[in-house]
């Protein structure tokens, strides 16, 4: 038995060298992993920052183009109720005029 922990013993000082040297090895990459978890975390923060910023834009910027279409459509209507009153007006001195020729004629029979 004592044989035993003795090859051991000698088994763990010829390899232990070399497992601290991979534990560094391990450690260090490790800690690259940790700074490229922190990176992409962050980016994925900033990604989610510029996407809301430029959300609102588009929603500011969407507002702006529908106010002025509805200033633009009430300007429109009101147009076409001022080239509707006129017509009418027209229309209806022409109905006048028309009808009155009318009553005259029939006075004259």
């Known amino acids: 038995t004592e044989h035993k922990l003795l090859k051991i013993k000698e088994t763990v000082s010829e390899y232990k060298p070399k497992i601290e040297e991979l534990f560094e090895k391990t450690k260090s990459k490790s800690l690259i992993i940790d ?38 459509q009430k300007r429109l209507f009101e147009q076409l109720e001022e080239i509707k009153t006129q017509k009418k007006l027209k229309l209806e001195n022409q109905l006048k005029q028309l009808q009155d020729k009318k009553s005259n004629i029939q006075h004259t029979l």
């Open 35 to 72: 700074s490229s978890i922190d990176q992409v975390e962050q980016t994925i923060k900033d990604l989610e920052s510029k996407f809301m910023k430029i959300q609102i834009e588009i929603i500011e910027e969407s507002e702006k183009l529908i106010t002025s279409i509805k200033e633009r």
